[in-house]
């Protein structure tokens, strides 16, 4: 366990220092310094919230996973109301609180992650009924998504239907009962994305990415020809040339092609294993958790974080069509940094718990799972 946890915070640390150096190379100007400042007080908040996850225990979120979800429930709520929500592009997502911009969204991942861990501890043995295994689980999570999705926010809804769906899966739920109902909200989906121009616009210049490279697929043919010119070794740092103009939200979406272009094919390949062995670490913490919360809260996280940082990374070498992610530890915003980092302190914190539920002689365990259980 010593061994993931420490594999973990390195590569985590990696990524935080790499996203700093990028986003200032990317900025490189005069609002470059302001950028790093502010992305520097939200990483001091982050690591104060990932020491203050890793220090708890996690088993206290049961109490208040209830809580955590109603309150997801009404700052997705409150983000829909013109003059609280702020519009932006066409997307109501944030809440415009002058000295900061927040995504409750960001904060929902979570609320929605610890809400799915507690049902499926709570339920165990009722998840492979209808009613407790999988009806009242869509509800929760269809709440959710559908307020995510109210606000035109469509990757992280695709996002969160997938983390969802596995955490379900890892929770017990029988595929006769699971396969319905995920087919219909891919049906759903995919109506509501044929019904949207924009999100249509953004599949044609996927598919036709020459034919729409000085419209909607602008930004994505300039981040692959920013990928193309680094090279093995790139460019150099702040040397790159497709960001002076060319990609726009080359800070935050789009900052891997500013990787790409500046440190070349091996600062990819390295970001990309720093992601895998993330998530390898994760999903070892959650497996050697002491209890099945601990295991799906642990798994969800594992999931968020590697299909979020594969979603983005599909998005900027075109292997999939524009989500609009942001890449965890690495891209510009103070919201998605802070939650990815209390994300990893409570992985900390499953695997502490779990590190001293080992160091237990074997005796005492038994003596404690043989006393009677009272509710």
């Known amino acids: 366990m010593r061994v993931a946890t420490t594999i973990l915070v390195f590569c985590v640390a990696a990524l935080l220092a790499l996203g700093l150096v990028i986003l200032y190379s990317a900025n490189m100007g005069p ?11 939200w990483c001091g908040i982050g690591l104060v919230a990932c020491v203050t996850c890793a220090t708890i225990d996690y088993k206290h979120l049961r109490k208040i996973a209830g809580l955590l979800f109603v309150i997801a429930a009404v700052l997705l709520v409150l983000v829909l109301i013109p003059h609280i929500g702020k519009e932006i592009k066409g997307a109501r997502r944030w809440f415009d609180l002058k000295i900061m911009r927040f995504q409750p969204s960001e904060f929902a991942k979570l609320a929605l992650i610890v809400t799915i861990a507690c049902y499926g501890e709570r339920y165990q043995r009722q998840m492979g009924t209808f009613s407790r295994g999988m009806a009242l689980p869509v509800a929760l ?17 695709m996002l969160m239907l997938c983390v969802s769906s596995a955490m379900v899966l890892v929770a017990g739920v029988r595929w006769k009962y699971f396969l319905p109902p995920i087919l219909a909200a891919v049906l759903c989906l995919g109506i509501a994305i ?19 490279k000085s419209g909607t697929g602008y930004q994505a043919y300039h981040a692959m020809v920013a990928l193309g010119s680094g090279g093995w070794t790139g460019l150099g740092l702040a040397d790159g040339r497709q960001k002076l103009g060319f990609v726009p939200e080359r800070h935050t979406d789009f900052i891997f092609s500013v990787i790409g272009e500046e440190l070349g094919l091996i600062a990819t390949l390295a970001v990309v294993l720093a992601f895998i062995a ?24 594992s999931f968020l974080i590697g299909l979020q940082a594969f979603v983005n990374i599909g998005v900027v070498t075109s292997a999939l069509p524009n989500k609009g992610l942001p890449l965890p530890f690495i891209s510009y915003g103070g919201s998605n940094l802070v939650m990815m980092l209390a994300c990893v302190g409570l ?10 539920a080992a160091s237990v002689p074997t005796n005492s365990r038994l003596e ?4 009677p259980q009272f509710p």
């Open 347 to 356: 992985l900390l914190s499953v695997a502490r718990r779990a590190g001293e």
């Open 141 to 157: 999570i269809g709440v959710i998504l559908a307020l995510i999705l109210a606000g035109r926010d469509y990757g992280t809804t």
């Open 278 to 301: 993330l998530v390898v670490c994760g999903i070892y913490i959650a497996w050697n958790a002491r209890d099945l919360f601990g295991l799906l809260l642990a798994s969800g996280i």
């Open 368 to 371: 404690e799972s043989s006393a």
């Open 31 to 41: 609002n470059g310094a302001q950028h790093l400042m502010t992305q520097l007080v």
């Open 194 to 212: 044929a019904l949207n121009p924009v999100r249509v616009n953004r599949i044609h210049a996927w598919l036709h990415p020459e034919e729409t």
